[in-house]
């Protein structure tokens, strides 16, 4: 034992030092752990008719769709709530605006009332408020479709029947009137929520390196929770967990602003400004906060944007005192369509040009008009003759009309002439001039009086709505000054496209409020096809279409063409087939079926019969594949009607199953330029450049590729991908109000807003956008690089990673030409004071190659792809954040506008360690091992003793004695018997019997 103790004094340095590094190896950390620590570290306005005067809006339109019931309620529920919010906007805009003068259109199939009026220029397509069913179960969520940019008005707002008369329904987003300003807000002034939408940061770092709730007041005070009302969990860079909402408090004092923020809550009753313009406390703009205001608008006030619009600018309608800011209501009865052909027949109509018109027209007759719809025919050249007089379209006057389509062109040109005698038709009907169409189609300019600047002010005053066609380069220039004042929409023809048949279907779809019975293009082509050749092509009929499906052919010689078209099964159709019909007349093949189409892939093949090449447009058109169903459709708008760059031209597309989106849907358009090329656009609905909301089913690009002065046309072109495209069933076409999550119902109300991807399956959609014309000599030829880079809206950094001292930062690179191309190289700013770099870009530090630890600010990546930068700050942690912002540069230097502010707060939010518990577990570890050690040490000496006296016992002679030892018992030998041994091993006065040793027996 003494040699052991021995041992453990001699080594007990050594034993302390093997303690001590099992201690230290439980306090290091391993290097996954050291590795996850780093790691946590000028748009056109609408085609309303609104304007504000006086400080009152005059002409707000207010549509029911004819799908609506009759409900005399509803027309008393709609007085009453746009009464209370005509005051309530009174007095959110300082008392600067108000409604003076409403209209609200009545469905055709509702009953006459002595209280209606014939309508005037009201029109449900271009309404500022449409009362219509929720589609695809969205539920009744008030929203505004705006696909403009910041200032730039919507397309319309969007309520329902249920909204306006069920209080329980309504109340889950508010008052009446809060929740109206609030879409108003997006409809007419351009300007975007402050709350955090759906897949946005809940919450941010401020300037001060705090973490704040986004949310467009500081003022507004509440704590962050979980959606189920729980304590929010937070990272090491400060910010919470995904599922952490700010829930603010409603009931305290201090807040007024803003309406674009949570419009439920009640203290809220005015918007936002950067500095007090009104007698409002608690509406100072936070312009910090990465919403899509502020993100959108460039970190503007809604004051701000408000007062650049032409409502309030130059210090327009000022403030004014009235003690009863009330509307005045009428209602308006909308008839059926009412629609005057008026047809160019000068001299260089003929040939081609009128015979495609010929067979348009008949089109247009035979398959695109409703039965009860009215039709008159004008024709122009230096005069004008009125070829029919409005006429109900039915099977017994559909043949008349096609003969009186005009044959024969020939003369001068006078379009003046031509409109004037399609007014004298509209006014020869019993419900009079207003609310009648005009389409107006010519190839030529005016040479012969009256000229259209003659009866400009007669149309402006008639309260209908003319579309042009133009037939090539020559067409009048003027002629898109007629759409443009009665809010039609202008075409471009060639001689080579159909845009005659695809602009036909469109503007009757315009006119067509019901959504369930309207007529979708699912094929447009023009091909020219060899002598006695044929031509053969596939399209796809989906699961969403099939009824009234028709195929229509027109041919350019008097030859004509045969087709075949065999179905997804295999059969056949062709000229024995009873669907077939031919019109030599018109140049004009029509296939109708009787059944629904079959689902799938459909072929046709055109044989050319002449023994010349051929021009032939085809068509094919379908409805619903059930009726009272909405199907998938198409539309396309221009941003501007006339574009001067570099001025911002955009073209969007909505692809939609009635309102609800359909998305990752592959958009293309192809744009015919006055020099005769075609420009191949691809579009997008990913929130970036010029599409504003990401999934909204509108999809979104720019324009810049122009090639000289003239019109420019477009044809769109949709087609689902199988695997990935969904009609989003949930969601809307547009920007809806927030849930008050602590409504309480006193009923039980369905909630239908959860979004659900339902597959498309396969299908395809083809929509014509009307043309826009390019006006200036120098920069309209496509030679000059006039566009820089698109702005970035989505830059993004983290918290300074302590440790690494780096920050991460990402965004969507931009292009050359705004959105198009790849830039040339980026430049990034850097600073800790928000507002400097905000208004001087040039003011933050210029990160340079030497700051990046990732990154290449000279080889910027394609425009959509992903941008990553990791760069190195300075070494201080602190109460502060850094700030970011970005430009992009292209080869001619051009300078994209500064991005959005991005911020990463220095401040090091990682919990403190507790080294309490390390210690004593340390502690405990450290004796631990000691003791163990002297364990071992102390069995290895008691084992080297007893193979000592082993040695010593081999010395001494053992004897086996065979006699009995009585036991007494205890396992001791009896007395006396000490020597009667039986088979037993006695040495140094031990025995051992049966295991058992007994000590004091003699040998």
Not at 821 to 834: D, L, Q, S
């Amino acid at each position: 034992m003494a040699s052991c103790i021995h041992f453990i004094s001699s080594n007990l340095p050594r034993i302390l030092l093997i303690g001590l590094y099992s201690f230290a190896i439980y306090l290091t950390p391993s290097s996954t752990a050291q590795s996850n620590d780093s790691g946590n570290s000028a748009q056109k306005d609408t085609r309303s008719l609104v304007t504000l005067q006086n400080n009152g809006y005059t002409n707000l339109v207010i549509a029911i769709n004819e799908r609506v019931p009759e409900d005399p309620n509803l027309i008393t529920r709609i007085k009453q709530i746009f009464e209370s919010t005509s005051k309530f906007l009174y007095k959110a805009t300082n008392q600067r605006a108000y409604f003076n003068d409403i209209r609200i259109i009545i469905p055709e199939s509702w009953s006459d009332s002595d209280t209606y009026q014939p309508i005037q220029n009201e029109r449900y397509d271009i309404s500022d408020v449409r009362i219509d069913l929720p589609s695809d179960n969205f539920g009744d969520l008030p929203y505004t479709n705006k696909p403009t940019p910041c200032g730039v008005p919507g397309l319309y707002i969007h309520l329902t029947p249920n909204y306006l008369t069920d209080d329980d329904i309504a109340g889950k987003f508010g008052d009446y009137d809060r929740v109206l300003v609030h879409e108003w807000g997006h409809y007419r002034w351009g300007v975007f929520d402050e709350y955090p939408l759906p897949g946005m940061s809940h919450f941010y770092a401020a300037s001060n390196g705090d973490i704040e709730a986004v949310r467009c007041v500081l003022a507004i005070p509440g704590v962050p929770a979980t959606e189920s009302g729980e304590a929010c969990r937070y990272n090491n860079n400060g910010l919470p967990d995904a599922n952490c909402r700010f829930v603010d408090d409603r009931f305290a004092d201090g807040y007024t602003g803003s309406l674009m923020y949570k419009q439920f809550l009640p203290r809220i009753t005015t918007f936002c400004e950067a500095d007090p313009i009104g007698p409002y406390v608690g509406n100072v703009h936070n312009r910090e906060a990465p919403n899509r205001q502020n993100i959108l608008c460039d970190g503007r006030s809604i004051w701000e944007v408000l007062l650049d619009h032409v409502d309030f600018k130059d210090n327009a309608n000022p403030p004014s005192d009235m003690e009863d800011p009330l509307p005045t209501f009428t209602l308006v009865k909308k008839y059926n369509t009412r629609l005057v052909l008026v047809l160019d027949m000068s001299g260089s109509m003929e040939g081609e040009r009128l015979r495609q018109l010929r067979q348009a027209a008949s089109n247009l007759i035979l398959n695109i008009l409703r039965d009860g719809e009215e039709l008159g025919i004008v024709s122009f050249s230096g005069g004008s003759r009125i070829l029919a007089y409005l006429t109900v379209v039915g099977d017994d006057t559909k043949d008349d009309l096609l003969n009186k389509l005009p044959s024969r062109a020939d003369g001068a040109t006078s379009i003046g002439a031509g409109v004037a005698r399609g007014l004298e038709v509209l006014k020869s009907s019993s419900n009079g001039v207003a609310g009648g169409r005009m389409l107006v189609i010519t190839d030529g300019d005016e040479n012969t009086a009256p000229y259209i600047a003659d009866i400009l002010n007669n149309v402006k005053a008639s309260g209908i709505r003319i579309d042009t066609i133009a037939i090539g380069t020559e067409a009048s220039q003027e002629l898109e000054v007629l759409a443009a004042v009665t809010g039609g929409t202008s075409y471009y023809h060639t001689n080579t496209s159909n845009t005659l048949n695809e602009a036909f279907g469109e503007l009757t779809r315009n006119s067509q409020d019901d959504s369930t019975k309207v007529t979708v293009d699912l094929y447009s082509k023009s091909v020219d096809i060899a002598p006695a050749a044929r031509y053969q092509d596939i399209f796809l009929v989906d699961s969403n279409i099939g009824r009234n499906t028709q195929f229509n052919f027109g041919y350019s010689l008097d030859e004509g063409v045969d087709v075949i078209v065999t179905s997804p099964s295999g059969s056949i159709i062709d000229k024995s087939s009873a669907e077939y019909s031919k019109d030599d007349r018109f140049g004009s093949l029509q296939i109708k079926l009787e059944e629904i189409a079959e689902v799938g892939e459909w072929k046709f093949e055109i044989e050319n019969l002449a023994s010349e090449e051929q021009l032939v447009t085809v068509t094919v058109q379908s409805q619903s594949r059930e009726e009272g169903d909405e199907p998938i459709v198409t539309n396309a708008r221009w941003g501007l009607d006339d574009v001067t760059p570099p001025d911002n031209q955009m073209l969007y597309v909505t692809v939609a199953k009635g309102y609800t989106p359909v998305i990752n849907t592959q958009v293309e358009a192809s744009v015919a330029m006055p020099s005769g090329d075609d420009v191949r656009l691809v579009l997008e609905d990913n929130g970036i450049g010029a599409d504003i909301t990401s999934n909204d089913g509108i999809y979104s690009t720019f324009f810049t590729e122009f090639g000289g002065i003239g019109r420019y046309s477009v044809q769109v072109n949709v087609q689902s991908d199988a695997s990935n495209t969904y009609i989003a069933s949930g969601s809307i076409v547009g920007i809806g109000a927030v849930v008050d999550p602590d409504f309480v119902s006193s009923k039980q109300v369905e909630d239908n807003t959860q979004t659900r991807h339902v597959s498309t399956g396969v299908f395809q959609r083809i929509t014509n956008g009307g043309s826009f014309t390019c006006n200036s000599q120098d920069d309209c030829t496509g030679t000059k690089d006039i566009y820089p880079p698109s702005r970035i809206t989505d830059l993004v950094a983290d918290s300074v990673h302590i440790g690494s001292f780096t920050v991460e930062i990402t965004f969507t690179a931009p292009g050359d030409d705004l959105t198009n191309g790849k830039a040339t190289y980026y430049e990034i700013r850097m600073g800790t004071n928000f507002t400097q770099l905000y208004e001087d870009f040039a003011a933050g530090d210029n990160i340079t190659e030497l700051h990046l630890v990732e990154g290449d600010l000279a080889t910027p990546k394609p425009s959509g792809s992903r941008e990553l930068f990791v760069i190195k700050v300075p070494e201080i942690i602190g109460d502060f954040s850094y700030v970011f912002a970005v430009v992009a540069f292209d080869d001619g230097g051009n300078q994209s506008p500064r991005s959005n502010l991005a911020t990463s707060t220095a401040r090091d939010y990682r919990k403190p360690i507790s080294y309490l518990l390390p210690v004593l577990l340390g502690v405990g570890l450290f004796v631990l091992v000691v003791l163990l050690i002297i364990c071992i040490v102390f069995i290895a000496c008691r084992r080297s003793k007893r193979t000592e006296e082993d040695v010593e016992r081999s010395k001494t002679k053992t004897k086996v004695v065979t006699t009995s030892l009585p036991d007494n018992g205890n396992d001791t030998p009896k007395p006396g018997y000490e020597n009667e041994i039986r088979q037993g091993i006695v040495t140094a006065g031990i025995a051992i019997y049966d295991n058992r040793a007994y000590e004091n027996v003699s040998t």
